[in-house]
Structure formats: C-alpha cells, structure tokens
C-alpha cells in the first residue's frame, strides 16, 4: 500500500475544510486512505508571488521535509501543486530529496486519472456546470490544453466530469480566461482582479452556468466572493466536492 | 537613457481606466477580437507549435554570438552601399539621427512605425531641432496629433474609438463634423499622408529583422507607408535595434510566417519590404542600438526577453492590459514584455509593472518566439523585493504570514481568531477602506472549525486503521 499525504492548502483548512473532506472521500474511494499532517500549512506561494523568496524558503523546506517521507503527495490545487513542481527548484536550488518529491506530487485530477487510472465517474449530476479553467494547472500542469497552444484537445477536469450522469458543460465564449484572482494580485490590483472576475461571471452567466467548479479553490473564492456580494444565483463547488458527490445547497 | 521620476503606479491607472466600465469592455472586446484571428490563423498551421520552438532556437542562436553577428552584418550592409552607425543609447541614436538629416539639409521627414524612436524619444528630439516629423502609419499618426503616445506597439490608437478619430480629423483635417465611417476617414488621412509624403526630404523607418547574411533589412507594414516614404525622397534612416538581426535570408521564412499570425491574425504582413543598400543617387543610414540591451543579454534570467519580435500577441492576451490600456504602464512597451525591458532601464520607476499581472501565463503561451514572460516577470519581482523597493507593507504583511504558516499552532490560532472574528464582530469590522479584498466581494463564509481541527476530533475518536 503506498503511503499518500493529503496536502491541504492554508485556505482551504480554513475556509473551506469540505474541500479537504470531499477529496479524502473521493481518494478512498478509489482505495486510497490519504493521510493529513499537521505541517506544512502552506506551499509558500503567496510569499514567493510577492517576490519574498526569503519568507516562502523556509515553507518550501518544510514541505520537502515532511511530505517527502510519503509515496504520493496529493493536492487539490492545481496552483500550490504548481508551486511545488515548478517553482520549488529556484527555492531549493536542487536538493536531492526535492527531485524525488517533485516527481511523487500530484494535482487532484491528474492523481486520478494518471497515477489510480480511475474510470471517470457515472454518478448523477444533474446541473448545467461551467469549468474554469485555472490557470496554473492549465499552463504550468498542463491540466488541459490552453487555447494558445495548438496541438491535440484535452483537459483532466472535463474528462472527469463529462460522463456524470445528467451533467451539462456549457460553453464559454473565452474558455480558458484568467478569473483575476493571482493571489496577492487581487487586492493590490483590486479594480482589474474584480474586473476580471465580473467578465468572467458574465461569461458563465451568458453561457447558463448553474453551477461554477474549478481544480483551484483560490479562484472559486473569488469568483464567489463576487457573486454573493450581487446575490447572483450561480453557486460555486471545488470538482472534488462534484466527485464526492456534493450539491449545490 | 535616464528617465525621470515619478513612479509608475500601475494599479492607480488602472483603476481610473476601469472606472469607465463601458470603455474598458470595448477595449477589451476590441483586442480579444485580434486575438481569436490570431487563434484561428495559429490553429490553421499544424506545425505552429515546432515553428515556435524553431524561432526560439534561431533567435538564442543569434544572441549566443551577437557581436560576431552584427560585424557581419555591418560588413555586408557596408558591402551594399550602406552606412551602419552605432549608438549607446538613445542621446547618441539621435544625435546620429540629427546630424544625418542635417548635412541633407532635410527639413521634413516622414517616419514609419517604429517603437524603438519611440523608445528614444525621437520625435520630440527632431522637432526641437527645427525639424517636423510626420508619422505615416495611420494608427501612429493619430496618436501623434492628439499629442499622446501610442498605447499599444502595433495597434498605436487601439485605445481611441472612431468616434474620437471622427472628430479628430474634423479639427485637423477639416472632414465633416460627427463622421465616423471608417473609410471615410481613412481616405481623409490618406489623402494628407500623400502630400507629406511627397514633400517629405527623408524618410525613418524601423527594422523587423536584419539579416547578417545579406546586410539586407526587412521591414514589415500593412499600409506600404515604410516604402512611400523612403522611396520618394534620396535619404533613407532605418534605426534597428541589435536584437533585431537573425544569421540567414532563409530563417525569414520562420519569422515572417509568425508575425503576422501572431501580431494581427494575418497569413504574413500586407508589406513585407527587403532594403538592400540605397537606392540609385540616395544613402541608407542603418543605426544600430544598444540602449542597455547588452545588459539584458548578460542577464541569464532576461535574455530571452530579447527574442522578442515586438507582435504585441502578449498585449492582445493579457487581460490585465485588455482591462487597464496600454497607457496605464507608463513606457513604450506596454504590457507583460514591457513589464520586463522597462524595469530593466529603471527598476525603481516601474516597479509596478512585474505585479501589474495575475500570473496567468497566457503571454508565455501565446508568444511565438518562446519568451519565458511569466517567469521573468515573477523574476523580476524577487529582484525589486531584494532591492529594497517593495512596499512597506507588502514587506512586513509577507514576513508576518511566512512566521504565521511556518507554525502550525499559531497558524491554527490565527485562524480561528479571524474566523470567530467573521461570525461575530459586525460588518464594519471587516469591510472598510483598509481591505480591498471587500470593496466588491464578500469574504468567504468562515466554517465553525477548520480542516485540521476536525480532523484531529476525528481520529482522537477514531484511530485510522492501517
């Protein structure tokens, strides 16, 4: 039985713990009994983003420490799995244990459909559901194939969702635009981040999105922070909590 | 160059440019337009990807030995008949410029599209010594007589409606009073152009590409203006960049292929026009310029931004620039590969401009010359954090949160404080002038207990098999 850490991201322990829970549920039952330690708390990002490679290190180092004792490490964020896998090089300038974590870390749905080789999933979803694409498991993962790029048509999340029973995806007229989140981005540049937000809402709104999901709960908060503030009836759910079998309310 | 103090402050032009609503979506409609014809002439090349790849390959190539380079193109180009000058910076590129017009005696000149006059203040330098510079490209020549500078490098008036051109050229050129039928007006101009074309003594232009092999240079237009105005008159001045050179005539293919594609969603430019020496009793001037170009290339982290073949395609993607205009940057070269060459002349007046971007990667995926954008960018915010020029309290607030994070405990605590502190306090306490993050979102709805905390009550009760 390989030994899976379940990393949880600092927003999600503390504003959206059902994130966490629905992603242990959806990984055991796939047989995959994920443990959760106690550290580290956070990738890092939000300090290394702002250009404090000084105050992310230590965070890095953590990371490495204590995860790197498990055979898989699991995340669902295709953002801090970025951090990890892409940016923790600069950090760490290549430490032997780093290389052997790098390749064991896994975003939520390449976790699945790569390493367990799940079926996608025939459970009932009833609902009109809009996929964000965000962006760092898109162009940095390469969840998905990024509209810029040209070459074969793929994308994780939709493969997963696609075959749920009574499930509608809707199309966007801009499938793969950035939310406007990016971290320390939404409050330094508020009026663009929100801007940004509000176009994509439209998108979805145009497109008749019933229900908003990404593999990123970083960009849904915004997004929903935005859509609560003007009481729009579209309800945001992280995928693992669709897999899992969640509802909107 | 030295450039002037004040800071940039990105976020604040921004913020006044989204204040607009119905302007900034027109504006972003409007470049979002060029980049699906864009998408839709990439997607038409199934070798676009390997394309790519192999312009990036030429141009590292190219800077790997740009001083071998540029001696051969300086020999070849001297071999054809024309003069190469070399120029620090941009003093020295238009005192060049001055001196060369001066002994032609010229007194008018019309340009063509060129950043990097634009870069070097050219225009304003020339008329100060007594010579009137028309701009030829219709964009560019708009944005010249409203007296403002272009907001985008290939789309110089992206940012005016025609509307405002309507009624620009009702004040200048006399057309008639709230017209805005595009072709009209385009007759209007073009009308003018001709007559300074015709009286023009010498005509500018840039340089897309400058081939070391053949001392030939290529510039590339869509309104023929590069050729009007350098065919008429005897005196030709090309100012070229020296990370615009590739090694060989055959190596065109690859870029001419891209540009186009990349800048406008065009096959290839309508113009694509090769200048080999002078024409018959004229002189072709060619300045080549440095402007702290050499620092770049000795910057392993930067080098690559001077791949760069100035599309514009990162512009066109960004939605930060879609959404803030490209005059909100501040410089010449808006948008994410501005955000990189500008700091790199003045680290501290733009130190907004790496953070003016929400990561998103599209620029990197969409340029076609392989520039790493996005990583340079976040780069270049590691740099200014190291040089001391961040904010007071985006320093403090990040060592706050790595000495929170690395502590789980008081992480845990910290959290559970500001959660209480969402259920009970009342709404002030949260949504005031000090947190942008609720001038137009809620926060999110804080939950009784967080993961870690259930997590523990959990398996205390119940201890995990296995």
Redesign the interface.
Known sequence: ?PRVALF?P?????????V??ATLEVLERHGV?A??P?????C?Q????????N??R??AE?FVEVLGRFDHVVCPSGSCTAMVRQ?YEHLLHGRTDYVALRNKTWELTEYLLDVLRIDPPRSPFPYRVGLHQS??GL??LRLGS??????PRFSKAQKLLESMQGIQLVKLT?PD??C??????????????????L?RIHDHEQAGTEVLTANDMSCL??L???L??DRRPIRVLHIAQILAGRTPN | MTESLPIID??AA??RF??D?AR??WH?QAL?FVRVKR?RQ??G??E??ALREQAAAIKSHTISRLADYLEQFEREATRRGAVVHWARDAEQHNAIVLEILRRHGARKVAKSKSMLTEECHLNPFLQRHGIEVVDTDLGEWIVQLRNEPPSHIVLPAIHIKKEEVGELFHRVLGTEAGATDPKYLVEAARTRLREVFLAADAGITGVNFGVAESGGIVVCTNEGNADLGVSLGKLHIACMGIEKLIPRCGDLGVFLRLLGRSATGQPITSYSSHFHGPIRDGELHIVLLDNGRSEILASDDFRRALHCIRCGACMN?C??YR??GGHSYGATVPGPIGSILNPARDAEKYSTL?????????C???CPVGINLHEQL?I???????RGI?SGT??LA??F??HL??R?AL?AFA?AL??WGLRHLPRFAFYHALN??G?????????R????Q??RKRHERQP???
């Open positions: 039985m949880v600092c927003y999600i322990d503390q504003f959206y713990p059902d966490a829970w009994r443990k959760v106690e550290m580290p708390t956070c890092g939000p300090m290394a983003n702002t250009g404090c490679v105050e992310a230590p965070l953590q940016h962006c760092h162009r940095e990024s509209s810029e790029t040209v070459g801009r635009e950035c406007g989140f990016g971290g320390t981005f939404a409050v330094q540049e508020e009026a663009i981040s929100c801007r940004m937000g176009d908060m915004h929903d922070g935005l609560r503030r | 990105h976020p921004a913020a989204v204040d609503g900034t979506g972003d979002w998408d990439a997607h090349l199934p676009w990807e993607t939605p930060v959404r803030s790496p953070f003016a971007c929400s990561l998103c990667a599209s990197s995926d969409v976040l270049w915010r590691e740099r200014i954090a190291a961040l985006k320093r990040m060592k949160a790595s994070l690395r789980p992480f959290g500001a959660r942008p993050w001038r137009q979102r809620e926060l999110p709805i804080p939950p207990r967080s993961f870690r259930e997590y995990p098999r296995g």
